[in-house]
């Protein structure tokens, strides 16, 4: 059987963290689907295009990973993508706490999907989207911190 895992985020901008985590991923897996997902709670940033390209643009050179867009559950997207592992990142343990409810949630809708955890390196553990919007708006240099596809 195939090991797909899916990559659900909003990606509003992709950063260099989320990117590493993918990427470090990649040997574990024969296929990863990044999954930019809608959040209705949420006010973006940059438009879902702008968002799809620079994710299409950041892993053009990994012929294992697909790029969609999904609406609703996380747990019916993997579902329909057929993808048996949820990955996800983990910066400290605020992350954990938070992922950690998730998972359980998720496990009770589909106990035969697994979330699986990686550990951020040390040099992305403080990279967040919300910080890196924060930098743009005030006009600092982001570039740093954004995956390699994003072009602002």
């Not at 009770?108 to 040099?123: G, K, Q, W």
Request: aromatic share 10%.
């Amino acid at each position: 059987m195939k090991r797909i895992a899916l990559f659900p985020g909003s990606f509003d901008p992709i950063t260099k963290g989320h990117e590493d985590i993918v990427r470090r991923a990649l040997p574990l897996y024969d296929e990863i689907i990044v999954a930019l997902g809608a959040n209705s709670s949420k006010k973006y940033m940059y438009g879902l295009e702008k968002r799809m390209e620079w994710i299409e643009n950041t892993f053009a050179d990994c012929d294992k990973i697909k790029v969609i867009f999904y609406e609703g559950l996380t747990i019916e997207c993997c579902k329909e993508q057929g993808a048996q592992f949820i990955l996800r990142g983990l910066r400290n343990s605020n992350d954990y706490e938070y992922e950690k409810s998730i998972a359980m949630m998720n496990q009770s809708m589909a106990p035969n999907i697994e979330t699986v955890y990686l550990n951020t390196r040390p040099e992305c553990s403080a990279i967040s989207s919300t910080i890196i919007r924060d930098i743009i708006k005030n006009q600092g240099d982001a570039k740093p911190f954004l995956a390699s596809g994003v072009q602002l």
